[in-house]
Each structure stands twice: as C-alpha cells, then as structure tokens.
C-alpha cells in the first residue's frame, strides 16, 4: 500500500520533529531518573512523560491555535509578555542552555568518553561548524535532519535498549524516593521540550509551506501528524532508556552523575563496543537537536529585528557563543538550568493549558490570573533553588498542598485561574445590567 505524499512528507518532519526534541542532550535524564525510581520508575516515568511528552505535544497543537508562535500564546497576558516570554524561552533552548548543553553532552558521551585525551575545544569547534553548515539552508534543515541524520540515531539507541531489555542489567530494586511522580515531573523539565515546542511549530509550518502545503487547516492537520510520530518515538526511547536506568539500581548509587550512569549502562551491555556505538547515538542526537535550534533562533531574532540582524549572522553568533559556553561542562549547564526551568516551566504549562481549554477560559483576565499565581510562587522556588533567600520559601511555599511534590506552583495557579474567571463574570454581569 502506498502512502500520499502528504503522509510521507508529515512522516519525515515527524520524525525530524522527534529527533530535534530528543537530542538536546535529553537521553541522559531518563535512566538517571529511572536509577532513582527503582521498582516504582513506573511512576517516575509517567511524571516525566507528562512534562517530557505530553506537555511538547500540548505545545504544539496549542501554539497552531494561538497563532503559530510563542508570542501569540503568551500575547493572550498581553502583548509585552508576549515578547518578554518568547526572548526568554528563545534564550533558554537556544545559546544560554539547550545548544551548549548539545555539545556538552556529545563530547562527554562521546569523542571525550572514548579517546580521554581529546580537545574539548576542539570538538566544539568541529561540532558546531557542522551546526552552522546544516542550519545555514534554513528551508530545507528539517527536512536533512529527518532524512540522514535521524535513522543513525533510531537505530543505535534501539539496539541499546532491545540488548538492555533480553539481558538486563538487574531487577528494579525499591529505593528511597518518596515522590517518584512528582521528581520524574519536574525531571522532565530538563528535556526543556515545552519551551522548544512552542517554537518549534515555526518551524514545521516553514518546512510545510517550503513543501507547498498552504492551507491553514492542511497545515494543522499535517503538523498534528508530525507531532504524534514524534510522541510516539519519545514514548519507545525514553520508555526503554528509562527502564535500563532501573535495572542499575544495585550498580549504582543515586550521586552519580548523569553521563557516568548511561556510559556505565552501555558499556555492561554492549561492552568494549559500547562506547563506540553510544558516542554515535548521543553525537547524532545531539547535532540533529543543534541544527533546529540554531535555526529557530537565528529565525526568531532575525524576523525579531526586522531584519536589521540577518538570518546568518544570528546563526553565526548564536554557535559561537554556545561553542564557548558548551566547554563548560554538562553538568554545570544542568546546574545552571534548573532554577530558570522551575521559574518559567509554570508559566508555560498554564498558558498551554488554557489555550487547549478555550471556551469560557480563553480571557484575558484568566490567563494573566493564572500565570501570576503561578509565579508568585515559582519565583520565591526559583530563587531558593538558585541558593538566594530560602526564608519565603521555607516558612510558607512548603506550607502549600503539594508543595512536596512540585505542585505548589499549580494550587496558586488555579486560584489565580478562578479569580480571573470570578471577574470576567462580574464584569460581563455588569455590563449586563448597565445595558
């Protein structure tokens, strides 16, 4: 049976999609957190999916609804939020986290595990010329990942996971993780996914009208398509590499450090050939992701400044500061991370949400309500997490139901919500009675 050509163009960008998601160093999150999960990974993957999965897939159906872009999703605050959101998110998966921490993870899991002695400089530099050259012909940088670059990936880390799954590493052994979903939630905004989504929609829809489809609906329905392969191969992948993070529980303890764990997994299952093969993956992974960043963001600050910083030179910057940045080590970037994320993955799990909601949630007042009782309480987390003041955050956010567990910030979003909602009615009953 043959495939249209619509199915098999929204089949490539799908899995061009998957991979520009998975690569951003994100391989090295589920087996650590499936070390610490233990026989309740379980668990710990459906909180990581939720955030590593869902969300993506949440953000871009919901940025084609808000318009296509994050600042149409965050312009329903209003209008300078949109902007300030759609820079920061920019930022974050571009040069000051995702795209260093691509080349970060490819030399530590890659050229820096199997030859010691290699130049971290240097594979900066061979890794993110090669980023610059793919992201340089921006019509057609989706459709090369997908095409070459994607299958290497598929199947190395498939071979990985099927050996680990015929010949484990040990049995899932109970730990002391007290929230395993909440702690697999709030791993999942390592992967920084729900922030790439919502401007990786661009993207899509640029490969899509390249390819000739111009209809808004045609575009919607294709792109919903090439989101749910991508989904699908982030379930297999992150499922599998999940479930081997388990099987180590007896081998490792929970202080190592990510890329140690999964160089350690590899090498016990494939052996003397398992650094090889995953320097492969991780360094195809990571590239794939490199490429599509690099060009979302030279993409965004370009058509930003109406032009007055061309498309090339942004990509041109953008690579050489994240070549700078990524010699840093991976380790440091996650560590730097982490508070930017808990500050600014709430904000963007409520305006996603709403936006799928639509119906009497679609106003102003409940987006802007939502998202402040969001902050007010991830900033203070933020901040404690940062080591700044704990004093806020210790004498009344660990009072709040779920604070625990990560979800202090949801219980004042949804007060915020409400009250958004309890002044949109006043008003309308207002203007109701006036008329």
Not at 93 to 113: K, S, V
Not at 148 to 155: D, E, G, I, S
Not at 167 to 187: C, H, I, M, N, Q
Not at 206 to 216: D, R
Request: aromatic share 14%; glycine share 12%; proline share 4%.
């Amino acid at each position: 049976m043959m495939f249209s050509r619509q199915t098999r163009d929204a089949f490539i960008i799908g899995v061009a999609l998957f991979a520009m998601f998975f690569g951003a160093g994100n391989l090295i999150f589920p087996p650590y957190m499936g070390l610490l999960g233990g026989e309740k990974w379980g668990w710990a993957f459906l909180g990581f999916a939720a955030t590593g999965i869902g969300l993506p897939l949440l953000g871009i159906l919901a940025a084609s609804r808000a318009g296509g872009s994050v600042e149409h999703l965050g312009g329903r605050v209003s209008g300078w939020f949109g902007v300030g959101l759609s820079i920061i998110v920019i930022l974050a998966i571009g040069p000051l986290l995702a795209i260093p921490r691509t080349g970060a993870t490819a030399f530590e899991l890659g050229a820096g595990a199997i030859w010691p002695d290699f130049s971290p400089v240097l594979f900066s530099v061979l890794f993110f010329g090669l980023t610059l050259w793919f992201a340089m012909n921006r019509n057609s940088v989706v459709k090369k990942i997908g095409k070459y670059l994607t299958p290497v990936l598929v199947l190395t880390l498939g071979w990985i996971i099927i050996r680990g799954i015929f010949y484990p590493l040990g049995t899932p052994a109970e730990v002391s993780l007290k929230a395993p979903f909440g702690d697999g939630f709030r791993e999942g905004y390592q992967t920084m996914d729900a922030l790439a989504s919502l401007v990786f929609t661009q993207i899509v829809i640029a490969a899509l009208v390249y390819q000739g489809y111009k209809s808004p609906k045609e575009q919607t329905r294709l792109t919903l398509f090439a989101a749910c392969v991508a989904v699908a191969g982030l379930l297999i992948f992150y499922g599998g590499l999940m479930y081997l993070g388990a099987t180590a529980v007896e081998l490792y303890g929970p202080d190592v450090e990510r890329t140690v764990l999964l160089i350690g997994i590899t090498q016990q299952l494939l052996g003397n050939g398992g650094a090889l093969a995953l320097g492969i993956a991780v360094t195809i992974a990571c590239l794939t992701t490199a490429i599509g960043l690099t060009a979302t963001v030279a993409e965004y600050f370009s058509r930003l400044t109406t032009q007055r910083l061309s498309y090339k030179l942004v990509a041109v910057i953008t690579v050489l500061f994240s070549g700078f940045f990524a010699t840093r080590g991976v380790t440091e970037i996650v560590n730097i991370a982490y508070p930017l994320l808990v500050l600014v993955y709430p904000v963007a799990i409520a305006l996603i949400l709403l936006t799928m909601a639509g119906g009497p949630f679609a106003h102003r007042f409940v987006y802007t309500g939502a998202v402040s009782g969001a902050l007010i309480v991830s900033i203070p987390e933020a901040l404690h997490i940062a080591g700044f003041s704990s004093l806020v955050y210790e004498a009344w956010v660990l009072k709040i139901p779920f604070a625990e567990a990560g979800f202090a910030w949801a219980v004042f979003g949804i007060i915020g919500m409400l009250c958004g909602f309890a002044t949109v009615r006043k008003l309308e009953g207002a203007f109701w009675i006036k008329g």
